[in-house]
């Protein structure tokens, strides 16, 4: 069976005290939840990372990282490696976000070495990817996202998607409170999937767990999430409060 999975994408978000103080809130919103098939994970900046995972220890939230550096280590002045987030007990890493890809200029190809670092050291992905509006409008959205997917995939083997999570997210519907319609989000997760089958196998496409990410809200997520090839959600601002990540886990 395919994994249900709720990540909180924090981005540039949260001190300190904040990062505790909505840790607790989350611990206390999901505890009477029944969480069976659901993964929880949240995302806290890289500051915060250490003492997130402390506080999340025996409870059922991972803990995720935003990005990650390619290299082993070396002179890459502010740049985090694959040894340092296990060496804090991370395990899960966000590849590939559209704002990373814009501000940061990543590129497929960056983002194929990213995921081969990944790989490499064990850890999961989180691989977003995801058209921008004029590609919607230019009805070009199933051509874009083939092509990012086969430039910084393609070239795995069937077994890695055992550690690869799929987060499709519309550019025009991130932070922009529109979000895409239900039937649209599951016309995108159904054509991955299917290309995901045609390159590596029916039992890959099956089991890779395809999250939608957008403006997903308490108000949105049931709908979303009934969609047959929407296991999840990857959630920006409605992750920032503890009450409204913990409604959309329920609404999974
Ligand atoms: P919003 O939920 O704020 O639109 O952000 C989505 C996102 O970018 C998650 O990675």
């Known amino acids: 069976m395919r994994q249900k999975i709720v990540a909180g994408n924090w981005k540039m978000n949260n001190d300190k005290a904040e990062t505790k103080a909505l840790i607790k809130g989350i611990k206390k919103s999901i505890k009477k939840l029944p969480l069976k098939n659901t993964r929880v994970i949240i995302s806290p900046s890289y500051v915060s990372l250490s003492s997130a995972v402390k506080k999340a220890k025996n409870t059922n939230i991972e803990v995720a990282s935003q990005n990650m550096h390619q290299a082993k280590n070396g002179a890459y002045t502010g ?28 590129t497929d190809e960056l983002l194929a070495e990213k995921i081969d670092a990944v790989l490499a050291n064990g850890l999961e992905a989180i691989f977003c990817f995801g058209e921008k509006l004029e590609e919607r409008k230019k009805e070009d959205h199933l051509l874009e996202v083939g ?34 319609s239900p039937e649209q989000a599951q016309e995108m997760h159904a054509f991955v999937r299917n290309i995901i089958g045609k390159k590596f196998s ?6 890779v767990s395809i999250l939608y990410g957008g ?8 709908e979303i999430f009934s969609k047959p090839d929407v296991d999840g959600g990857l959630i920006g601002g409605a992750a ?13």
């Open 147 to 180: 092509s990012q997917l086969k430039n910084a995939l393609f070239h795995l083997k069937a077994t890695d998607f055992k550690n690869i999570i799929l987060a499709y997210e519309p550019v025009w519907a991130i932070g922009t409170g529109e979000t895409a």
């Open 240 to 252: 920032l409060k503890a009450e409204d990540f913990a409604a959309i886990i329920k609404a999974i």
């Open 79 to 106: 740049e985090v490696s694959a040894d340092m987030l296990k060496s804090i007990g991370v395990k899960t890493v966000i590849i590939g976000h559209s704002e990373r890809r814009e501000y940061f200029g990543e």
């Open 202 to 207: 029916k039992e890959v496409a099956d089991s």
């Open 215 to 222: 403006s997903v809200k308490p108000a949105n997520a049931e």
